[in-house]
């Protein structure tokens, strides 16, 4: 079965720290990540995908198939940036990119 | 453009009673998801939608249904409501090509009594 897990339910950092949001995946075949984010009194939108390999608002995502990890990291952390942040995986090999597993989220306050 | 539209947004139902919920995707947008959000079970899958045929389906009992129209609006229906229906239910149109990007909708929140 695919899960998806993040550790951290709340991440508290002070603007201009560098900050990482951790995420675990479990799949047995071939996955395609994604982190997506839900700024306050917004919409859920996609940030970033593995595959594209851009630095999206400063965030980027490695995927690590040896540690099974793809974790989210900005070197400087802004106040906007706080949001809820959901790691998601689908298959990779797939037609449909509809079907997501979503992690429980991680909750990002940047502090002044 | 026009974002995903879903309605009713809030809605208030007893035990037993069923309910439908709609969606409109971007237009141009084929493929239709929806997720029911809780805070104990987070965002989970219900079913995915792509010209009128379901292509993908969660782990969620038979009371749980949708469909799609040939305009490529998408409703669900839970019937025989329980308590532990009371969610968030998401849905998503899906961006063609092979992006794989999911614009989301507000949402409608249900609340079973």
């Known amino acids: 079965a695919q899960r998806v897990t993040q550790p951290e339910k709340l991440l508290s950092v002070f603007k201009g720290a560098p900050v990482e949001l951790k995420c675990n995946y479990s799949?047995?075949?071939?996955?395609?990540l994604f982190w997506y984010v839900q700024y306050s009194r917004q919409r859920l939108q996609l940030l970033l995908r593995?595959?594209s390999r851009e630095s999206i608002k400063g965030f980027t995502a490695d995927l690590n198939k040896g540690e099974t990890s793809f974790h989210l990291k900005k070197p400087f952390a802004q106040e906007e940036d706080s949001a809820m942040y959901y790691c998601?995986?689908?298959?990779?090999?797939?037609?449909?990119?509809?079907?997501?597993?979503f992690g429980q989220g991680t909750i990002l306050t940047v502090h002044p | 453009k026009a974002g995903v539209t879903q309605t009713p947004r809030y809605l208030i139902k007893t035990r037993g009673q069923q309910v439908t919920l709609s969606c409109s995707p971007i237009?141009?947008?084929?493929?239709v998801s929806w997720y029911q959000q809780t805070p104990g079970q987070g965002l989970q899958f219900l079913f995915e939608?792509?010209?009128?045929?379901?292509?993908n389906k969660g782990n969620f009992p038979g009371r749980f249904s949708g469909r799609q129209f040939s305009n490529s609006r998408s409703e669900m229906n839970v019937s025989t409501l329980e308590l532990g229906d009371s969610a968030l239910y998401l849905c998503?149109?899906?961006?063609?090509?092979?992006?794989?990007?999911?614009?989301f909708g507000e949402g409608s929140r249900l609340t079973v009594l």
């Open positions: 998601a995986l689908t298959n990779a090999g797939g037609t449909s990119y509809g079907k997501l597993t």
């Open positions: 799949y047995s075949g071939s996955p395609e």
């Open positions: 593995h595959i």
């Open positions: 237009s141009g947008h084929r493929s």
């Open positions: 939608y792509f010209s009128e045929t379901q292509r």
């Open positions: 998503a149109s899906i961006s063609g090509g092979n992006t794989g990007e999911l614009f």
